[in-house]
Nanobody, 122 residues
Framework: QVQLVESGGGLVQAGGSLRLSCAASGRYNMGWFRQAPGKEREFVAAISWSAGAIYYADSVKGRFTISRDNFKNTMYLQMNSLKPEDTAVYYC???????????????????WGQGTQVTVSS
């Protein structure tokens, strides 16, 4: 079965950067979601197997970059210009289904990592 392992979370000051990694092999479409305490899990970014289709939430567009290296079996989320409102647990997700208009909905994804905490201080 597919196992997803996130890494790269931590504590940074506003304006700083972090790079999250997700180790996962297989021909899957993948995405990043995040969840802050007391809030619902929200979509961050998604990328198809070929990286030909990429999507971003409006809240992170221009600041975050999703990418993948299939030869290294790793997906990345480069986060720049971090804001306190980016504070959340970030989850890596994979889907055996093709990306559709529902790419931003969590139920599309079959596999999830355990999450990595990202905290951005003021």
């Amino acid at each position: 079965q597919v196992q997803l392992v996130e890494s790269g979370g931590g504590l940074v000051q506003a304006g700083g950067s972090l790079r999250l990694s997700c180790a996962a092999s297989g021909r899957y479409n993948m995405g990043w979601f995040r969840q802050a305490p007391g809030k619902e899990r929200e979509f961050v970014a998604a990328i198809s197997w070929s990286a030909g289709a990429i999507y971003y939430a409006d809240s992170v567009k221009g600041r975050f970059t999703i990418s993948r290296d299939n030869f290294k079996n790793t997906m990345y989320l480069q986060m720049n210009s971090l804001k306190p409102e980016d504070t959340a647990v970030y989850y890596c997700a994979a889907s055996s289904l093709g990306l559709s208009s529902d790419y931003y909905r969590a139920p599309l994804y079959d596999y999830w990592g355990q999450g990595t905490q990202v905290t951005v201080s003021s």
